[in-house]
């Protein structure tokens, strides 16, 4: 297996998992962390409680996180974009059905008179005068 498939696979996991811890943060004043146990995530984490394990290990994923994405960024710019080596172009079955279909001829289709329409005649140029009867209410 190639080794950017194991390292896409491991940055989907570490996404997910920061999003999982972010959301578990208490917020600035908000006593938002009692629906996960309040005064029982002292003894879940720790004397100090959830803050400090979460925090920390937020910010080792989110390291990682940014590692893995300029290391990806730099294989990318490397490899023009390939997720897999050069060796590994072999489509499988749609390379022999490529290969099954028959070239295009180049030479152009002959030539196919077009039909020519005969210009229009022009509108007439009168505009018709209301007459004394016709109130049009305008």
Known sequence: MNWIVIATVIYVIIAVAMIVLILMQRGAGAQAGTGFGGGA???????????NFLSKSTKWLAIAFFALSLGMAWYASRHGG??????SDSIGIMAEAAEAIPAVPESPPAAVPVPVVPPA??????????????????
């Open 41 to 51: 995530s002292a003894t879940v984490f720790g004397a100090s409680g959830s803050a």
């Open 121 to 138: 005649a022009p509108a007439p140029a009168e505009v018709p005068q209301d007459s004394p009867g016709n109130d049009s209410g305008g």
């Open 82 to 87: 390939r997720l897999l080596p050069a060796e």
